[in-house]
């Protein structure tokens, strides 16, 4: 082999694990300081109840949505008017559930930077505006709710100071969601407006509880986080579900694989944080805003603190046996909601800058010594990349760039023994979530 042509060899390998120099900067350009700014800022509207007071310029949640809210029209300022910001509102009947004593306006914050080449293709960052104390139903106690969840809505609004620095061909939204803690009614509101839409929603990223580093075991760790995503959606058929037992797809749905997709660009940008990946959509019987989503046939996982303390979520602020109860301001960490802060980030950018997924993405090998994989290409795409794992792997521990092309074929790989999957690469390098094969090959 010539010299020259190694050398080639040798670039060629580079470019295909290339980093993007500008998802560092997004990761320096979070900051704690603004963040810690605007959660203060957000407990100290005393109670952000969904039931609560609407008329106070300084207590009750539509003084905290108008402020979020202005505090959006003022990043778009900064970016020339890049963002739509808007409030998009449902009213919910008393009595929907026993968390709704009268009729009520679940109002959410909506802001979207519109993507240059898919302005109805959406990235989703979402925190909650609302917050309560031990009776859900009090909608007048001091509710500060500065972990749960002024750090996620404060994140949602960091991101968006960050991002809209850059362009990207996606559209990236932005938004702070009501009615979480009376019935998850902001995150089912604002899927329903997505649906009647048409939008295309490529995932949601609801951060709930980004905040708190010291768990009620005394764990501490500023590292450590949690990326929850349901199996399956819930929306798959009958006919789905019965494949499945045969050609596999238990832990491959939509959700899941952003979750692995959020778990790979952090271990690749973020190499000091400590994702882990839970297989299953919430904490044991509890329940977040990406649900809603989830509901409605969308992917979306929730990002969240790894340990958490309970006396200090949904708690009347009061001391009882010496143990100081309450969601108050101390016990947020604002570096740690930075950095979880920068891991959405840098998620949105890296998918906002990717090409669309592939589509139609078919595999066969029955019977045969190679695994085969077909799909259709997307605008956008330089070339695909085919990912394989191990059946009892959580992440795709295997890949391999196959240039611009429709099909591959992996030779001497056996169907059996692996999961398959495939994503598409723009020219940045940015990829696409893995498509897990929707359809058999024979
Ligand atoms: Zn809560």
Known sequence: MKYS????????TISQAQTDNRIYDIIQSVSAERLEKDVTMLANFGTRHTL???VSNTRGIGAARRWIKKEFDVISKDCNNCLEVFYQKDMVKKDANARIPFDVWVVNVVAIQRGSKYPNRFIIMSGDIDSRVSDPNDYT?????????????????EAARVLSKY???NSILYTGLSGEEQGLFGGAGLAAYAKEKGWEIIGVLNNDMIGNIEGVNGVISNRDFRIFSEPVPPTETEQQRNSRRFYGGEVDGISRQLARYV????????????????????RFGRGGHHRPFNDAGFAGIRIMESHENYNQQHQDIRVEDGIAYGDVL?????EYAA???????????????????PKNVVIGGIVEPSAKLKWDKVEGAIGYKIYWRDTTSPTWNHSRYVGDVSAHTLEGIVIDNYFF????????????VVVFPGGIMR
Not at 330 to 334: A, I, P, T, Y
Not at 343 to 356: F, K, L
């Open 5 to 12: 042509t190694l050398l080639l060899l040798f670039a060629v």
């Open 52 to 54: 609560s007071d609407t």
């Open 141 to 157: 106690s001091d509710a500060p709710g500065a972990n749960d969840n002024a750090t996620g809505m404060a994140g949602a609004m």
């Open 167 to 169: 362009k990207f061909e």
């Open 263 to 282: 778990h790979t660009t952090t271990k690749t940008y973020m190499p000091e944080m400590n994702p882990t990946l839970i297989y299953r959509l919430d």
């Open 330 to 334: 101390e016990h947020v960490n604002f």
């Open 339 to 357: 950095k979880l802060t920068a891991v959405n980030a840098i998620t949105m950018a890296a998918i906002a800058w990717a090409p669309p997924a």
């Open 421 to 432: 999957g495939v994503a598409a690469v723009g020219k940045d390098g940015h990829e696409s």
